[in-house]
């Protein structure tokens, strides 16, 4: 069973810093690429970052480059995602995916393409 467990949300002042995990179970990581999403309440979901299998290759989402990092540890089957210089508009429930089949276009990430977390939530106050 593919279980995916996100941890680390919480709440934050502006210009604070979380960092997110997400440990995976019942897949070989290793060979699948690591998404994390977002999805405010009223909005639709956001692709935030997104890493590949070789390291080497990131993407993030045009309103979080230079703020957020994303990583992971292979050894530990879990994905990181550094959340720096928070804004209030980032508040959102953060969820991590899992995908083997689709690279980092995040936008074709869909519940039968991918993995996914139940998610946790990231509160930013202004």
């Known amino acids: 069973q593919v279980q995916l467990v996100e941890s680390g949300g919480g709440s934050v002042q502006a210009g604070g810093s979380l960092r997110l995990s997400c440990a995976a179970s019942?897949?070989?990581?290793?060979?699948?690429?690591m998404g994390w999403f977002r999805r405010a309440p009223g909005k639709e979901r956001e692709g935030v970052a997104c890493i590949g299998t070789d390291l080497g290759t990131t993407y993030y989402g045009a309103s979080v480059p230079g703020r957020f990092t994303i990583s992971r540890n292979n050894a530990k089957n879990t994905v990181y995602l550094q959340m720096d210089s928070l804004k209030p508009e980032d508040t959102a429930m953060y969820y991590c995916?899992?995908?083997?089949?689709?690279?980092?276009?995040?936008?074709?990430?869909?519940?039968?393409?991918?993995?996914w977390g139940q998610g946790t939530q990231v509160t930013v106050s202004s």
């Open positions: 019942g897949i070989t990581f290793s060979n699948h690429y």
């Open positions: 995916a899992a995908n083997n089949n689709q690279g980092c276009l995040l936008y074709l990430w869909t519940s039968k393409s991918a993995y």
